[in-house]
């Protein structure tokens, strides 16, 4: 059975693009979120002027700020709000919705508590629903505007898989499969922390090498991160793993590439914050990552770097420069093991 009623929780630039596209599919989508005059915007004008602006969203798409409502007619509810209000907005879905709604998360983040990513949080308040996740290089703005892009739908289910594909599929977005809800979901947070350290690596001026050697590493250091926990290393191969590291880690429309360009720059990161304006969920991946980590001893100094570099006041260019002191180690270490060198 094919999707033809959605809503997007959440009245940010992702949610709006999403909601964007289910409309331009002609589905009929509701798109909830809490400022009215966002939500008159989206009606009247068909623009969303605060994420965004100068965007002409399709004119069926209905915005709501009536939450229950937008959700009860919905055969697919994508949530695309950030990681911190995710449980709390699924919290007061639940007790109205029927098991065969579909939850699908758009966000990129962990909650702390438990290190529990955003699908496991959906799964715990709601056991009986089918539950996915979609992850990839999707800088908001760039589909805003119809470039063509890819993403990934990850769930054990697999009508939910075709049923999104579906959904989304059109001529400027293409959805591919993958099974491997886990990884897919911890690769879409943690590459927020490498575009903070690519930031950095850009404000410096450091060389197109420089940068090259930080992304590869950064693949080397989350992959290995994400085996330990249990992930299969192969999807770090596809859109969701590498894809979606090497846009945030090149471009300055990623949020968090921008708040490690402003550190790289001289800034505190309360400032960078300030200046953002918006969500950059790296900041908190790179505690809960750095904490877990530790607990595990895995050997991460990417993330131990930029942790020193954001929280205690290091200097950002030794991030780039702790990678040169390192123990001679492997470079594909899922073929020549670290302990083999
Ligand atoms: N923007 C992108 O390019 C992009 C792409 C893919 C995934 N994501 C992920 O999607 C998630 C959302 O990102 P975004 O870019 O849409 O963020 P955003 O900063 O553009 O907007 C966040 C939205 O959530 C709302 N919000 C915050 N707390 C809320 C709460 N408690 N209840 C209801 N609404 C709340 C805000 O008012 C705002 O409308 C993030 O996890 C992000 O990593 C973003
Ligand atoms: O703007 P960022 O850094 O949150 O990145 C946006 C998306 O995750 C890119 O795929």
Partial sequence: MSIHTAAVIGGGSFG?????????????????????????SINNQHEN?????GVSLNPALRAST??????????????????????????????????????????????PEGFLLMSQVIREICPHNPIGVLSGPNLAKEIGRRELAATVIASEDSDLRRNVQQALSCTYFRVYASNDLYGVELSGALKNIYAIVSGFVAALGMGENTKSMIITR???????????LGANPLTFLGLAGVGDLVVTCMSPLSRNYRVGYAIGQGKSLDEAITELGEVAEGVNTL????AKAQELSIYMPLVMGAYEVLFNGADPRRVAEGLMTGDHTSDVEFALPRCEI
Avoid: C
């Fill in 16 to 40: 709006t693009v999403v909601a964007n596209i289910l409309a331009d599919n002609n589905i009929a989508t509701v798109q909830w979120m809490r400022n009215e005059e966002v939500a008159a």
């Fill in 49 to 53: 002027p605060v994420y965004l602006p």
């Fill in 66 to 111: 009536d939450l229950l409502a937008a959700v009860q007619d919905a055969e697919a509810i994508f949530v695309s709000v950030p990681s911190q209000s995710v449980r709390e907005v699924v919290a007061a879905i639940a007790p109205h919705l029927r098991a065969d709604q579909a939850l699908i998360s758009t966000t990129k983040g962990i909650e």
């Fill in 218 to 228: 950064s693949l080397a250091e989350m992959s290995r991160f994400a085996v330990a």
């Fill in 287 to 290: 505690r809960y990552v750095r």
